[in-house]
């Protein structure tokens, strides 16, 4: 089992830096997801998202699609999202660290179906609270 000091490898620098960025903050405001990016961004990862990974994705584009959810893996994924190739997203996966690899690559998968041909900066955050077959789910897209 991974230990680690949550508060010791949280980093606040991201989130502040977030937090001083106006155009990047509304844009997250306007589909509800300020304090849900500002929370990844700040906690440690196996594979982790910084400040530096949503502005690249944010800034001076329109967001096309953004969703944050809990998924069970027990069911069927149906991501309803306008496909727009040729875009980027943001995609992280918060899950129990007993989780299969592979059933996040299938994950991986139906949202690259689901939105398009689209350059994805990916995360893995964990959360021991979460059921082995739950996930939580955040996709922001942008053109």
């Keep these: 089992?991974?230990?680690?000091?949550?508060?010791?490898?949280?980093?606040?620098?991201?989130?502040?830096?977030?937090?001083?960025?106006?155009?990047?903050c509304d844009k997250l405001k306007e589909v509800g997801l300020l304090d849900v990016v500002a929370k990844f961004i700040s906690l440690p990862s196996f594979i982790s998202i910084d400040f530096n990974d949503i502005k690249c994705v944010l800034k001076?584009?329109?967001?096309?699609n953004s969703f944050y959810n809990k998924i069970n893996l027990n069911n069927e994924i149906n991501l309803n999202f306008t496909k727009?190739?040729?875009?980027?997203?943001?995609?992280?996966?918060?899950?129990?660290?007993?989780?299969?690899?592979?059933?996040?690559?299938?994950?991986?998968?139906?949202?690259?179906?689901s939105i398009g041909k689209v350059d994805i900066i990916f995360g893995i955050f964990f959360d021991d609270e979460l059921k082995t077959n739950e996930v939580n789910l955040l996709v922001i897209n942008t053109k």
Aim: a negative charge; hydrophobic letters at 35%; glycine letters at 0%.
């Design 60 to 64: 001076d584009k329109t967001i096309i």
């Design 84 to 113: 727009c190739d040729d875009s980027m997203a943001i995609f992280i996966v918060e899950c129990n660290i007993n989780l299969n690899i592979l059933k996040i690559e299938n994950i991986l998968s139906i949202v690259r179906n």
């Design 1 to 24: 089992m991974l230990e680690y000091n949550k508060e010791e490898l949280c980093n606040d620098k991201n989130k502040e830096e977030l937090y001083n960025d106006k155009e990047v």
